[in-house]
Protein backbone atom coordinates (compact mmCIF):
# COMPACT_ATOMS: atom_id res chain seq x y z
CA UNK A 1 0.00 0.00 0.00
CA UNK A 2 1.46 3.56 -1.04
CA UNK A 3 1.79 5.45 1.48
CA UNK A 4 0.26 8.81 1.73
CA UNK A 5 1.96 12.55 1.64
CA UNK A 6 1.32 14.36 4.85
CA UNK A 7 0.55 18.04 4.82
CA UNK A 8 0.26 19.64 8.15
CA UNK A 9 -1.04 23.36 7.75
CA UNK A 10 -0.52 25.21 11.22
CA UNK A 11 -1.59 29.08 11.87
CA UNK A 12 -0.49 30.89 15.27
CA UNK A 13 -2.77 31.73 17.52
CA UNK A 14 -6.11 30.95 15.93
CA UNK A 15 -9.18 30.75 17.70
CA UNK A 16 -11.50 27.83 16.80
CA UNK A 17 -14.44 29.97 16.43
CA UNK A 18 -13.13 32.20 13.60
CA UNK A 19 -13.85 29.72 10.04
CA UNK A 20 -17.15 29.33 8.23
CA UNK A 21 -17.01 25.75 8.51
CA UNK A 22 -17.53 26.14 12.50
CA UNK A 23 -20.42 28.32 12.33
CA UNK A 24 -18.68 31.76 12.07
CA UNK A 25 -21.21 33.76 9.40
CA UNK A 26 -18.95 36.71 9.20
CA UNK A 27 -15.61 35.41 8.36
CA UNK A 28 -14.97 34.19 4.87
CA UNK A 29 -12.86 30.98 5.08
CA UNK A 30 -13.82 29.16 1.58
CA UNK A 31 -10.54 27.40 0.96
CA UNK A 32 -10.89 26.04 4.57
CA UNK A 33 -14.36 24.94 4.19
CA UNK A 34 -13.88 23.51 1.73
CA UNK A 35 -11.12 21.77 2.84
CA UNK A 36 -13.30 20.73 5.99
CA UNK A 37 -16.07 19.80 3.61
CA UNK A 38 -13.80 16.98 1.88
CA UNK A 39 -12.53 15.70 5.64
CA UNK A 40 -13.80 15.63 9.15
CA UNK A 41 -14.17 18.43 11.62
CA UNK A 42 -13.29 18.41 15.07
CA UNK A 43 -15.39 20.20 16.99
CA UNK A 44 -14.10 19.83 20.60
CA UNK A 45 -10.08 20.01 19.87
CA UNK A 46 -8.17 21.72 22.49
CA UNK A 47 -4.75 22.57 23.34
CA UNK A 48 -2.69 21.03 26.11
CA UNK A 49 -1.19 24.70 26.79
CA UNK A 50 -2.24 27.60 25.17
CA UNK A 51 0.96 29.02 24.29
CA UNK A 52 3.38 28.72 21.60
CA UNK A 53 6.30 26.77 22.69
CA UNK A 54 4.73 24.14 25.11
CA UNK A 55 1.53 23.19 22.83
CA UNK A 56 4.63 22.75 19.47
CA UNK A 57 6.18 20.50 22.10
CA UNK A 58 3.46 18.65 22.35
CA UNK A 59 3.01 18.31 18.52
CA UNK A 60 5.58 18.12 17.67
CA UNK A 61 6.20 14.76 20.21
CA UNK A 62 2.77 13.61 21.07
CA UNK A 63 3.53 13.80 24.42
CA UNK A 64 1.17 15.48 27.18
CA UNK A 65 3.49 19.04 28.92
CA UNK A 66 4.54 16.82 31.89
CA UNK A 67 6.32 14.60 29.65
CA UNK A 68 7.91 17.48 27.16
CA UNK A 69 8.81 19.21 29.84
CA UNK A 70 7.48 22.23 28.78
CA UNK A 71 4.38 23.28 31.13
CA UNK A 72 4.04 27.29 29.51
CA UNK A 73 5.97 29.92 29.08
CA UNK A 74 7.20 32.18 31.62
CA UNK A 75 7.96 31.28 35.48
CA UNK A 76 10.01 28.46 35.77
CA UNK A 77 9.68 27.62 32.22
CA UNK A 78 12.54 27.09 29.45
CA UNK A 79 12.57 26.80 25.37
CA UNK A 80 11.91 23.96 23.78
CA UNK A 81 15.15 22.42 22.83
CA UNK A 82 15.79 19.34 21.87
CA UNK A 83 16.59 15.87 23.14
CA UNK A 84 13.54 14.41 22.13
CA UNK A 85 13.43 10.42 21.87
CA UNK A 86 11.28 10.32 18.92
CA UNK A 87 9.51 13.30 17.05
CA UNK A 88 6.77 13.45 14.53
CA UNK A 89 9.07 14.60 11.29
CA UNK A 90 11.94 12.11 13.13
CA UNK A 91 9.48 8.92 12.94
CA UNK A 92 8.51 10.16 9.48
CA UNK A 93 11.74 10.48 8.49
CA UNK A 94 12.71 6.94 9.23
CA UNK A 95 9.50 5.73 7.58
CA UNK A 96 11.20 6.90 4.28
CA UNK A 97 9.45 10.51 4.40
CA UNK A 98 10.94 13.58 2.99
CA UNK A 99 10.41 15.85 5.31
CA UNK A 100 10.44 19.95 5.50
CA UNK A 101 9.23 22.76 7.78
CA UNK A 102 8.41 25.92 7.10
CA UNK A 103 7.77 29.41 8.40
CA UNK A 104 7.34 29.36 12.56
CA UNK A 105 8.84 26.21 14.38
CA UNK A 106 10.40 28.32 17.70
CA UNK A 107 12.82 25.41 18.59
CA UNK A 108 16.10 26.48 20.63
CA UNK A 109 18.60 26.73 18.97
CA UNK A 110 16.45 28.28 16.41
CA UNK A 111 18.34 26.26 13.51
CA UNK A 112 17.91 22.68 15.52
CA UNK A 113 15.61 20.93 13.12
CA UNK A 114 14.04 18.27 15.94
CA UNK A 115 13.75 15.76 13.00
CA UNK A 116 13.19 17.85 10.36
CA UNK A 117 15.30 17.20 7.22
CA UNK A 118 15.71 20.77 6.84
CA UNK A 119 13.76 24.03 7.96
CA UNK A 120 13.19 27.63 6.60
CA UNK A 121 12.28 29.69 9.29
CA UNK A 122 10.23 32.96 9.65
CA UNK A 123 11.23 33.45 13.23
CA UNK A 124 8.50 36.95 13.76
CA UNK A 125 11.00 39.08 15.73
CA UNK A 126 13.20 36.51 17.85
CA UNK A 127 16.46 36.40 17.76
CA UNK A 128 17.52 33.42 20.54
CA UNK A 129 20.69 32.42 19.14
CA UNK A 130 23.65 34.28 18.30
CA UNK A 131 24.00 35.57 14.91
CA UNK A 132 20.35 34.22 13.94
CA UNK A 133 18.90 35.99 10.91
CA UNK A 134 15.32 34.38 9.67
CA UNK A 135 15.30 33.02 6.56
CA UNK A 136 11.69 35.44 6.10
CA UNK A 137 14.00 38.70 7.02
CA UNK A 138 16.77 37.69 5.01
CA UNK A 139 14.55 37.26 1.86
CA UNK A 140 12.43 40.37 3.30
CA UNK A 141 15.46 42.71 3.59
CA UNK A 142 16.85 41.58 -0.11
CA UNK A 143 13.55 42.10 -1.88
CA UNK A 144 11.68 45.09 -0.03
CA UNK A 145 11.14 48.08 -1.92
CA UNK A 146 12.23 50.77 0.36
CA UNK A 147 13.71 51.95 4.00
CA UNK A 148 11.57 49.78 5.91
CA UNK A 149 11.67 46.68 8.09
CA UNK A 150 9.27 43.64 8.80
CA UNK A 151 7.43 45.85 12.08
CA UNK A 152 8.53 49.32 10.67
CA UNK A 153 4.50 49.64 11.08
CA UNK A 154 5.07 50.53 14.98
CA UNK A 155 3.18 47.15 16.23
CA UNK A 156 4.69 44.86 18.83
CA UNK A 157 4.72 41.13 18.72
CA UNK A 158 2.03 40.76 21.43
CA UNK A 159 -0.20 44.43 20.94
CA UNK A 160 -3.72 44.23 20.93
CA UNK A 161 -3.40 47.20 18.41
CA UNK A 162 -3.91 47.12 14.46
CA UNK A 163 -3.20 48.22 11.15
CA UNK A 164 -3.07 47.24 7.47
CA UNK A 165 0.38 46.09 6.64
CA UNK A 166 3.13 48.78 5.94
CA UNK A 167 4.76 47.34 2.89
CA UNK A 168 3.60 45.06 -0.61
CA UNK A 169 1.63 42.56 -0.14
CA UNK A 170 4.19 40.21 -1.82
CA UNK A 171 6.48 40.46 1.27
CA UNK A 172 3.98 39.60 4.17
CA UNK A 173 5.13 36.51 5.91
CA UNK A 174 1.96 34.63 5.10
CA UNK A 175 2.52 35.09 1.50
CA UNK A 176 6.57 33.96 2.04
CA UNK A 177 5.71 30.61 3.74
CA UNK A 178 3.44 29.49 1.36
CA UNK A 179 6.08 30.23 -1.47
CA UNK A 180 8.39 28.45 0.65
CA UNK A 181 5.99 25.80 1.28
CA UNK A 182 5.14 25.15 -2.87
CA UNK A 183 8.68 25.80 -3.62
CA UNK A 184 9.72 22.52 -1.43
CA UNK A 185 6.78 20.52 -3.87
CA UNK A 186 8.60 20.98 -6.71
CA UNK A 187 12.29 20.69 -5.46
CA UNK A 188 11.29 17.81 -3.33
CA UNK A 189 12.52 14.16 -3.83
CA UNK A 190 9.98 12.84 -5.81
CA UNK A 191 10.95 9.25 -5.24
CA UNK A 192 9.93 9.49 -1.61
CA UNK A 193 6.39 10.67 -0.01
CA UNK A 194 6.82 13.85 2.02
CA UNK A 195 5.75 15.53 4.77
CA UNK A 196 5.68 19.05 5.27
CA UNK A 197 4.74 21.23 7.90
CA UNK A 198 3.68 25.17 6.57
CA UNK A 199 3.48 26.76 9.48
CA UNK A 200 1.81 30.58 9.47
CA UNK A 201 2.98 33.85 12.37
CA UNK A 202 0.00 34.85 11.79
CA UNK A 203 -3.10 35.34 12.94
CA UNK A 204 -0.76 35.85 16.22
CA UNK A 205 -0.21 39.94 16.39
CA UNK A 206 0.71 42.36 15.30
CA UNK A 207 -2.82 42.57 13.58
CA UNK A 208 -1.24 43.79 10.22
CA UNK A 209 -3.31 42.08 7.53
CA UNK A 210 -2.73 43.59 4.16
CA UNK A 211 -5.03 46.51 3.40
CA UNK A 212 -7.55 44.61 1.19
CA UNK A 213 -8.67 42.39 3.89
CA UNK A 214 -7.96 44.76 6.66
CA UNK A 215 -10.54 47.41 5.10
CA UNK A 216 -13.06 44.41 4.62
CA UNK A 217 -13.25 43.72 8.18
CA UNK A 218 -13.24 47.46 9.36
CA UNK A 219 -16.30 48.15 7.48
CA UNK A 220 -18.42 44.85 8.92
CA UNK A 221 -20.11 44.16 11.71
CA UNK A 222 -18.16 41.72 13.93
CA UNK A 223 -18.40 39.63 17.00
CA UNK A 224 -18.33 41.34 20.11
CA UNK A 225 -16.17 40.07 22.72
CA UNK A 226 -18.10 37.45 25.59
CA UNK A 227 -18.27 38.95 29.29
CA UNK A 228 -18.87 36.76 32.00
CA UNK A 229 -20.61 37.73 34.51
CA UNK A 230 -16.93 37.35 36.52
CA UNK A 231 -14.65 38.94 34.21
CA UNK A 232 -14.70 42.69 36.49
CA UNK A 233 -11.16 41.11 38.00
CA UNK A 234 -9.79 41.64 34.62
CA UNK A 235 -10.50 45.65 34.43
CA UNK A 236 -7.34 46.97 35.57
CA UNK A 237 -6.75 50.29 34.23
CA UNK A 238 -2.92 50.17 34.98
CA UNK A 239 -2.44 46.71 32.78
CA UNK A 240 -4.62 48.10 30.46
CA UNK A 241 -2.81 50.68 29.56
CA UNK A 242 0.17 48.63 28.23
CA UNK A 243 1.02 47.98 24.25
CA UNK A 244 1.00 44.16 25.34
CA UNK A 245 -1.50 44.50 27.58
CA UNK A 246 -2.35 40.81 29.18
CA UNK A 247 -5.90 41.50 30.35
CA UNK A 248 -7.88 45.20 30.72
CA UNK A 249 -10.53 47.41 28.43
CA UNK A 250 -9.48 49.00 25.76
CA UNK A 251 -12.17 51.16 23.64
CA UNK A 252 -14.90 49.85 21.55
CA UNK A 253 -12.94 51.25 18.67
CA UNK A 254 -9.81 49.61 19.48
CA UNK A 255 -11.18 46.17 20.33
CA UNK A 256 -13.18 46.49 16.85
CA UNK A 257 -9.94 47.43 15.04
CA UNK A 258 -7.98 44.49 16.30
CA UNK A 259 -10.99 42.24 16.03
CA UNK A 260 -10.49 43.35 12.05
CA UNK A 261 -7.12 42.99 11.97
CA UNK A 262 -7.48 39.10 13.49
CA UNK A 263 -9.75 38.56 11.00
CA UNK A 264 -8.37 40.01 7.92
CA UNK A 265 -5.26 37.93 8.68
CA UNK A 266 -6.98 34.83 8.81
CA UNK A 267 -9.07 35.26 5.77
CA UNK A 268 -5.48 36.60 4.01
CA UNK A 269 -3.93 32.86 5.09
CA UNK A 270 -6.95 31.26 3.70
CA UNK A 271 -6.04 32.30 0.41
CA UNK A 272 -2.74 31.28 0.67
CA UNK A 273 -3.61 27.94 1.96
CA UNK A 274 -5.69 28.16 -1.26
CA UNK A 275 -2.80 28.68 -3.29
CA UNK A 276 -0.79 25.65 -1.89
CA UNK A 277 -4.05 23.17 -2.40
CA UNK A 278 -4.39 23.98 -5.87
CA UNK A 279 -0.69 23.41 -6.56
CA UNK A 280 -0.95 20.04 -4.86
CA UNK A 281 -4.35 19.99 -6.81
CA UNK A 282 -2.57 20.79 -10.33
CA UNK A 283 0.16 18.36 -9.74
CA UNK A 284 -2.08 15.14 -9.28
CA UNK A 285 -1.29 14.73 -5.20
CA UNK A 286 -4.22 16.63 -3.32
CA UNK A 287 -5.69 12.94 -3.13
CA UNK A 288 -2.66 11.33 -2.23
CA UNK A 289 -1.85 13.64 0.49
CA UNK A 290 -2.94 13.60 3.87
CA UNK A 291 -3.78 17.09 5.18
CA UNK A 292 -4.45 18.50 8.42
CA UNK A 293 -5.46 22.62 9.70
CA UNK A 294 -4.95 23.35 13.17
CA UNK A 295 -3.43 26.35 15.00
CA UNK A 296 -1.19 26.15 18.40
CA UNK A 297 -3.74 27.83 20.79
CA UNK A 298 -6.11 30.68 20.24
CA UNK A 299 -6.45 34.20 21.43
CA UNK A 300 -8.60 36.01 23.72
CA UNK A 301 -9.06 39.48 21.43
CA UNK A 302 -10.85 41.03 24.47
CA UNK A 303 -13.45 38.43 26.07
CA UNK A 304 -13.22 38.58 29.10
CA UNK A 305 -11.65 42.03 29.32
CA UNK A 306 -8.21 39.15 28.36
CA UNK A 307 -5.62 39.64 25.61
CA UNK A 308 -2.97 37.35 24.15
CA UNK A 309 -3.41 33.80 25.31
CA UNK A 310 -2.42 30.92 28.12
CA UNK A 311 -5.97 30.92 29.78
CA UNK A 312 -8.27 28.02 30.08
CA UNK A 313 -11.11 29.96 28.29
CA UNK A 314 -12.50 29.03 25.26
CA UNK A 315 -11.08 31.57 22.98
CA UNK A 316 -7.71 30.72 24.17
CA UNK A 317 -7.65 27.01 24.69
CA UNK A 318 -10.41 25.59 22.09
CA UNK A 319 -8.17 25.13 18.25
CA UNK A 320 -9.89 24.12 14.91
CA UNK A 321 -9.08 20.89 13.97
CA UNK A 322 -9.83 19.99 10.33
CA UNK A 323 -8.20 16.27 8.75
CA UNK A 324 -8.98 15.48 5.31
CA UNK A 325 -8.09 11.48 4.40
CA UNK A 326 -6.13 10.65 1.38
CA UNK A 327 -8.76 9.92 -1.40
CA UNK A 328 -10.40 7.05 -1.32
CA UNK A 329 -10.59 6.90 2.43
CA UNK A 330 -13.49 9.62 2.18
CA UNK A 331 -16.62 7.27 2.13
CA UNK A 332 -16.05 5.91 5.61
CA UNK A 333 -15.49 9.06 7.58
CA UNK A 334 -17.80 10.90 9.93
CA UNK A 335 -18.20 14.71 8.90
CA UNK A 336 -18.03 15.77 12.12
CA UNK A 337 -16.57 14.43 15.56
CA UNK A 338 -17.27 15.95 18.93
CA UNK A 339 -15.31 14.04 21.36
CA UNK A 340 -12.80 15.50 22.84
CA UNK A 341 -9.43 15.45 21.50
CA UNK A 342 -5.86 17.47 21.88
CA UNK A 343 -2.86 18.26 19.55
CA UNK A 344 -0.33 15.51 21.12
CA UNK A 345 -2.97 12.84 18.98
CA UNK A 346 -1.72 13.99 15.28
CA UNK A 347 1.43 12.76 15.85
CA UNK A 348 -0.04 8.73 16.25
CA UNK A 349 -2.87 9.51 14.22
CA UNK A 350 -0.17 10.64 11.29
CA UNK A 351 2.20 7.88 11.66
CA UNK A 352 -0.47 5.29 11.76
CA UNK A 353 -1.74 6.50 8.72
CA UNK A 354 2.11 6.38 7.10
CA UNK A 355 1.84 2.70 8.56
CA UNK A 356 4.71 3.75 11.15
CA UNK A 357 5.29 2.41 14.46
CA UNK A 358 4.13 4.41 17.47
CA UNK A 359 6.65 4.94 20.04
CA UNK A 360 5.60 4.37 23.68
CA UNK A 361 6.81 7.81 24.78
CA UNK A 362 3.42 9.05 22.72
CA UNK A 363 0.84 9.85 25.26
CA UNK A 364 -1.75 11.00 22.61
CA UNK A 365 -4.37 8.82 20.87
CA UNK A 366 -4.85 8.41 16.89
CA UNK A 367 -7.88 10.31 15.79
CA UNK A 368 -7.98 7.77 12.69
CA UNK A 369 -10.81 5.17 14.71
CA UNK A 370 -12.48 8.61 15.77
CA UNK A 371 -13.06 9.69 12.12
CA UNK A 372 -14.38 6.45 11.29
CA UNK A 373 -16.76 6.64 13.66
CA UNK A 374 -15.70 4.02 16.33
CA UNK A 375 -15.60 4.70 20.28
CA UNK A 376 -13.89 7.69 22.08
CA UNK A 377 -10.73 6.14 24.07
CA UNK A 378 -11.02 9.03 26.53
CA UNK A 379 -13.72 10.92 28.28
CA UNK A 380 -12.40 13.96 28.75
CA UNK A 381 -9.08 16.10 27.98
CA UNK A 382 -6.37 18.50 30.48
CA UNK A 383 -4.56 21.26 30.14
CA UNK A 384 -2.45 23.25 31.87
CA UNK A 385 -0.07 26.58 31.88
CA UNK A 386 2.46 27.83 34.14
CA UNK A 387 2.55 31.31 35.62
CA UNK A 388 3.31 34.13 32.72
CA UNK A 389 1.86 37.26 32.82
CA UNK A 390 1.16 37.51 36.44
CA UNK A 391 1.30 34.58 39.37
CA UNK A 392 -2.79 34.60 39.25
CA UNK A 393 -3.66 33.10 35.97
CA UNK A 394 -1.58 30.22 36.47
CA UNK A 395 -3.97 27.09 35.21
CA UNK A 396 -5.23 23.59 35.11
CA UNK A 397 -8.07 22.79 33.67
CA UNK A 398 -10.35 19.41 32.43
CA UNK A 399 -13.16 19.61 29.54
CA UNK A 400 -15.46 17.03 27.83
CA UNK A 401 -16.51 19.63 25.08
CA UNK A 402 -19.58 20.14 27.69
CA UNK A 403 -18.32 20.90 30.39
CA UNK A 404 -15.35 22.92 31.62
CA UNK A 405 -13.44 22.81 35.43
CA UNK A 406 -10.75 25.35 36.05
CA UNK A 407 -8.44 25.58 38.66
CA UNK A 408 -6.04 28.48 39.49
CA UNK A 409 -3.39 27.29 42.09
CA UNK A 410 -1.88 30.19 43.15
CA UNK A 411 -5.21 31.69 44.61
CA UNK A 412 -6.72 28.09 45.23
CA UNK A 413 -10.29 29.49 43.00
CA UNK A 414 -12.09 27.17 40.78
CA UNK A 415 -14.11 27.95 38.18
CA UNK A 416 -16.66 25.65 36.48
CA UNK A 417 -18.85 26.11 32.79
CA UNK A 418 -21.63 24.63 31.35
CA UNK A 419 -20.54 24.56 27.85
CA UNK A 420 -23.66 23.09 26.45
CA UNK A 421 -25.50 26.12 26.94
CA UNK A 422 -23.14 28.83 27.58
CA UNK A 423 -20.02 28.05 24.86
CA UNK A 424 -18.98 31.82 25.82
CA UNK A 425 -18.76 31.18 29.57
CA UNK A 426 -20.14 34.09 30.45
CA UNK A 427 -21.77 32.11 33.97
CA UNK A 428 -19.40 30.57 36.19
CA UNK A 429 -21.88 27.86 38.18
CA UNK A 430 -19.20 26.18 40.53
CA UNK A 431 -21.17 28.21 43.23
CA UNK A 432 -24.88 26.82 41.98
CA UNK A 433 -26.25 24.36 44.21
CA UNK A 434 -27.57 22.70 40.99
CA UNK A 435 -24.36 22.02 39.89
CA UNK A 436 -22.54 20.33 42.78
CA UNK A 437 -22.15 17.17 42.54
CA UNK A 438 -20.66 18.01 38.56
CA UNK A 439 -18.05 20.52 40.48
CA UNK A 440 -16.95 17.67 42.57
CA UNK A 441 -16.68 14.82 39.47
CA UNK A 442 -14.87 17.30 37.74
CA UNK A 443 -12.63 18.44 40.37
CA UNK A 444 -11.80 14.50 41.37
CA UNK A 445 -11.15 14.19 37.10
CA UNK A 446 -8.22 16.90 38.15
CA UNK A 447 -6.93 15.55 40.90
CA UNK A 448 -6.79 11.89 39.62
CA UNK A 449 -4.23 13.47 37.31
CA UNK A 450 -2.74 15.90 39.11
CA UNK A 451 -1.82 12.94 41.54
CA UNK A 452 0.31 10.84 39.46
CA UNK A 453 3.03 13.42 39.38
CA UNK A 454 3.85 13.64 42.93
CA UNK A 455 4.45 17.37 42.70
CA UNK A 456 3.10 18.90 45.09
CA UNK A 457 -0.25 19.95 43.91
CA UNK A 458 -2.30 17.56 45.76
CA UNK A 459 -2.30 16.24 49.21
CA UNK A 460 -4.65 14.05 51.02
CA UNK A 461 -6.60 13.42 47.58
CA UNK A 462 -7.40 17.00 47.69
CA UNK A 463 -5.67 20.21 45.80
CA UNK A 464 -2.96 21.84 47.08
CA UNK A 465 -2.93 25.37 47.39
CA UNK A 466 0.50 26.64 45.76
CA UNK A 467 0.51 30.06 46.41
CA UNK A 468 4.15 31.06 47.74
CA UNK A 469 5.37 27.52 46.54
CA UNK A 470 7.76 27.34 43.91
CA UNK A 471 7.01 27.21 40.16
CA UNK A 472 6.25 24.34 39.37
CA UNK A 473 8.82 22.32 36.90
CA UNK A 474 8.58 19.40 35.46
CA UNK A 475 11.64 17.20 36.55
CA UNK A 476 11.39 15.32 32.75
CA UNK A 477 13.03 18.66 31.27
CA UNK A 478 16.13 19.18 33.09
CA UNK A 479 16.72 15.20 32.52
CA UNK A 480 16.02 15.92 28.50
CA UNK A 481 18.03 18.82 27.90
CA UNK A 482 21.27 17.17 29.90
CA UNK A 483 21.09 14.80 27.57
CA UNK A 484 20.37 17.01 24.52
CA UNK A 485 23.68 18.98 26.04
CA UNK A 486 25.92 16.05 25.96
Known sequence: MQKPNVLVIMTDQQRWDTLGCYGNSVIETPNLDWLASEGTIFTNAYTPSPSCVPARASLLTGMDPWN??????????????????????????????????????????????????????????????PGFVSDYKAWFDANKTGD?????????????????????EFLHPTNWTVNRSIEFLEKRDPSRPFFLMTSFARPH????????????????????PFMGDWAGRHNVPEDAAKPDAWRGVRSPEEIHRA????????????????????????????????IVFTSDHGDMLGDHHLWRKTYAYEGSSHIPLLVKLPGGGQETR????????????LMPTLLEAAGAGIPDT???????????GEQAQRRFVHGEHSTCYAEEQEMQYVTDGEMKYIWFPRLNEEQLFDLRGDREETRDVSGCPEYREDLDMWRQRLIAVLESRNAGL?????????????????????????????
Open 68 to 129: TGVLGMGGGQGPMGGGFAHTLPGELSRAGYHTQGVGKMHFHPQRLLNGFHNTVLDESGRVES
Open 148 to 168: YGITDHGIDWNSWMARPYHAP
Open 205 to 224: SPYDAPSFYFDLYRGKKLPE
Open 259 to 290: RAGYYGSIHHIDHQIGRLLFHLKKTGLLDETL
Open 334 to 345: LKKVEAPVVLQD
Open 362 to 372: VDGVSLLGLIR
Open 458 to 486: TENGKLAPQAGRPYLVSPHYKKRMSLFRT
